[in-house]
């Protein structure tokens, strides 16, 4: 199994194949204190993965562009941006989140000089009264 992640609506489209993203986590997080269904309720994907920079000019370094992202303040339009998260398995899209008006809540790298690996873990969050608009799909066909 694999993922996918690409975010568009910025300067540049970042985007990251199945080498780099190791883990997805998907959450429709409702009140905890609601005896029904809430209308309050948030829509958040969080991503772990793997930094590969590109080296000699060779690219983008797409985590470049997710903490450039992290950084843009809430005055600017471009805080928010269009998050589509896909899963493989056996060459074949199983799953794919698509959140439209995607916004950053947290985002951290962690590099360790011994093994020069490093690590990203972005938590992202789709801006509330947007909510109807995010698409989570399935049952696609072969690539």
Same mark, same amino acid.
């Given at each position: 199994?694999?993922?996918?992640?690409?975010?568009? #609506?910025?300067?540049?489209?970042?985007?990251?194949?199945?080498?780099?993203?190791?883990?997805?986590?998907?959450?429709?997080?409702?009140?905890?204190?609601?005896? %029904?269904? %809430?209308?309050?309720?948030?829509?958040?994907?969080?991503?772990?993965?793997?930094?590969?920079?590109?080296? #000699?000019?060779?690219?983008?370094?797409?985590?470049?562009?997710?903490?450039?992202?992290?950084?843009?303040? +809430?005055?600017?339009?471009?805080?928010?941006?269009?998050?589509?998260?896909?899963?493989?398995?056996?060459?074949?899209?199983?799953?794919?989140?698509?959140?439209?008006? %995607?916004?950053?809540?947290?985002?951290?790298?962690?590099?360790?000089?011994? +093994?020069?690996? *490093?690590?990203?873990?972005?938590?992202?969050?789709?801006?509330?009264?947007?909510?109807?608009?995010?698409?989570?799909?399935?049952?696609?066909? *072969?690539?």
């Amino acid at each position: 199994m694999g993922f996918r992640m690409k975010i568009t #609506g910025g300067p540049e489209d970042i985007v990251f194949d199945e080498r780099s993203i190791s883990k997805v986590d998907f959450d429709s997080i409702s009140s905890a204190d609601s005896n %029904a269904r %809430a209308t309050d309720y948030g829509l958040t994907v969080k991503v772990w993965g793997k930094m590969l920079y590109k080296l #000699g000019g060779e690219g983008n370094d797409p985590t470049l562009g997710l903490a450039q992202w992290a950084q843009v303040p +809430s005055e600017k339009s471009d805080c928010y941006r269009s998050a589509e998260i896909t899963v493989v398995s056996a060459s074949q899209v199983v799953r794919q989140f698509t959140l439209p008006n %995607a916004f950053v809540m947290e985002y951290s790298e962690e590099v360790d000089d011994e +093994s020069g690996v *490093g690590t990203f873990y972005i938590h992202m969050k789709q801006k509330k009264d947007e909510n109807a608009v995010t698409k989570i799909e399935g049952g696609f066909g *072969g690539e």
